[in-house]
């Protein structure tokens, strides 16, 4: 009867361990390979890339590196005294222009006075002389407009909110037109990417509450999804020189999931928590219910 009794017993702990074993297999499955949540995360930002519209020497630079900046602030400034001097060259290209038609309508005033005592050539040419002349005032003036726009272009102000990062800028360098001077950290544009396997996206509706938890911090953000990417480049295709495609023709037998972004908008930040774009986060969205209708879980 002891025997028959430790029997059983011995009988009863194995099958409650594989069946807790089972259980755990299921729910680690599930949970790993199912539910919508990746440590592949990302904190992302938009990136200014901050360009002068004219060329010439740096005169001051407003900024430090990793300063915070507001829309409208002063980061550098580029030879404004050569253009001021651009500028009262076009003024006074204005004023001789203005002279010059001045002369020409006196001119055109007076052969009208004398009437047939000048020569109708005469008088066609003087006309011609007063219109040239106001072509040449009309040009001056939108010389002026140019050299005064340039002027005030020659302050480069910030056009977001934002932080100054990589900054190699310094009095004395030279830009060039176009030539990014430095990046500015969009910082209205925070947020956070989760890369999600194409497998999970079934379960990624927009709407949906997201927690995120960053790197090397203990408290958790809450967001919810934004949007999801409509599309992702194509590793195994490229174009050849007559713009057919070239295909690689080896295939894997293991076909691994493809990772579709997954924009998630934050939603409150505690002030404790500093985004700096690049972090990695685990990114945790709350699955759609089974019962939830097709057009709710859109990916638009």
Not at 95 to 116: H, I, N, V, Y
């Amino acid at each position: 009867m002891n025997r028959l009794t430790g029997t059983l017993i011995r009988s009863a702990a194995t099958i409650i361990i594989v069946i807790l074993a089972v259980i755990v297999a299921v729910w680690m499955w599930n949970h790993y390979e199912r539910s919508p949540w990746t440590r592949d995360g990302r904190v992302r930002a938009d990136v200014v890339r901050v360009t002068p519209d004219i060329g010439g020497l740096v005169t001051s630079v407003a900024v430090r590196d990793n300063q915070q900046v507001k829309a409208g602030d002063l980061l550098f400034v580029i030879d404004t005294p050569r253009y001021a001097l651009a500028l009262e060259q076009a003024e006074a290209q204005i004023a001789s222009a203005q002279a010059t038609l001045g002369q020409a309508r006196r001119e055109a005033t007076r052969d009208l006075a004398l009437g047939d005592l000048v020569a109708k050539e005469s008088h066609e040419q003087n006309v011609a002389r007063v219109a040239t002349a106001q072509a040449a005032l009309a040009e001056a003036r939108s010389a002026r407009d140019a050299a005064a726009l340039n002027l005030k272009r020659t302050q480069v102000r910030a056009s977001v909110n934002g932080v100054v990062t990589n900054l190699d800028l310094h009095p004395g360098d030279y830009l060039g037109a176009g030539t990014q001077a430095m990046a500015l950290i969009d910082s209205d544009s925070l947020r956070v990417e989760g890369y999600f396997e194409e497998t999970k996206l079934p379960l990624v509706c927009i709407g949906a509450p997201v927690t995120v938890r960053l790197m090397g911090e203990k408290q958790d953000l809450h967001g919810k999804v934004e949007s999801i990417a409509y599309g992702i480049n194509d590793s195994t295709r490229s174009d050849s020189g007559n713009l057919l495609p070239t295909v690689e023709p080896t295939f894997s037998w293991v076909r691994l999931a493809q990772r579709i972004p997954v924009r998630v908008k934050l939603t409150n930040v505690p002030a404790n928590i500093t985004l700096i774009s690049g972090r990695t986060a685990t990114v945790t969205v709350e699955p759609a219910k089974k019962d939830a209708k097709p057009e709710s879980c859109r990916h638009a």
